[in-house]
């Protein structure tokens, strides 16, 4: 998870939670950035395997990642992202681990789990309430008619998140019980009617996150042992206990070919022996 900061302070920070992130300046845009200079679909993110990519969408003012003019490359924190004239910096998550926990809180997510509204996710941020309803005056807009105008209203305390109906027509449901307020913890599931919701608390795990190392760091080159040269020398076990001394292959060999040269001879002189007797 990222979390991006506008260099300028001109909007609230945002995370990158989603697996498609969208930043334009077009309202239906995960982020939405009001500048001349910003295209209405000016860039996507995407999450692969832990990492995250930014890719220009053929912007015509450019992304840029540190200055440099990309078309597509991960994103690390500490990065300085650029989208027309608007930068902003992706924080470092272990920085934000030494903040309070009001600073440090990540968001919560609302996961669509029905076949209503299919793979979505909402962000609850956790400076503020987060209002859903079929209203555009909503932080979440459901444009279902099964939502009241002002239907349910989350809102995080510490480690948990507050969920109050705002006395909705259709109820709100918080593990298939119908609630007026109540206290939801990671994993609890909402629903609004037909619409259901995992609530997923943040992860703060920091060991997750790549950090892009810094230019002048120094790389401490590894020692590797140098193979040795000597021929290997392999050990046996003796077959019976005792101190026995075994034969070499070169001695049973040696000791061989004399007995055969031997017999040979014995034959030789044999035959010779043969002939002057005849």
Not at 29 to 51: C, G, R, T, W, Y
Not at 162 to 176: I, Q, R, W, Y
Not at 215 to 220: A, L, P, R
Not at 239 to 261: A, F, I, V
Request: hydrophobic share 35%; net charge neutral; aromatic share 6%.
């Amino acid at each position: 998870m990222l979390k991006l900061h506008f260099k300028d302070n001109r909007q609230s920070a945002c995370w990158v939670t989603e697996k498609l992130y969208c930043i334009g300046s077009a309202s239906d845009n995960q982020l939405v950035i009001n500048d001349p200079s910003v295209d209405s679909l000016h860039a996507k993110i995407f999450a692969e395997d832990e990492k995250y990519v930014l890719k220009d969408n053929n912007s015509a003012s450019g992304c840029f990642i540190n200055g440099q003019r990309i078309t597509q490359k991960e994103i690390l924190p500490g990065d300085i992202l650029r989208f027309g004239n608007i930068e902003m910096i992706v924080l470092d998550p272990r920085k934000l681990h030494e903040q309070d926990d009001a600073d440090q809180s990540a968001p919560w997510r609302l996961v669509s789990d029905s076949s209503w509204l299919p793979g979505k996710t909402f962000i609850i941020m956790p400076d503020r309430a987060v209002i859903i309803g079929r209203t555009d005056q909503c932080d979440i807009t459901i444009p279902g008619t099964h939502l009241s105008r002002r239907h349910t209203e989350l809102r995080i305390q510490g480690s948990k998140l507050l969920v109050k109906d705002l006395g909705s027509s259709n109820g709100t449901f918080l593990n298939d019980k119908s609630i007026t307020e109540a206290t939801a913890e990671n994993g609890d599931r909402l629903r609004l009617d037909v619409y259901t919701f995992r609530l997923v608390a943040p992860d703060m795990d920091i060991h997750k996150t790549r950090i892009r190392a810094s230019i002048d760091s120094i790389s401490k080159p590894i020692e590797r042992k140098q193979a040795s040269t000597e021929p290997k020398r392999w050990k046996t076990r003796p077959t019976s206990p005792g101190n026995r001394d075994e034969p070499t292959y070169e001695e049973s060999s040696t000791g061989h070919w004399k007995w055969m040269l031997l017999g040979v001879g014995l034959l030789v002189l044999a035959v010779i022996a043969g002939k002057f007797l005849w």
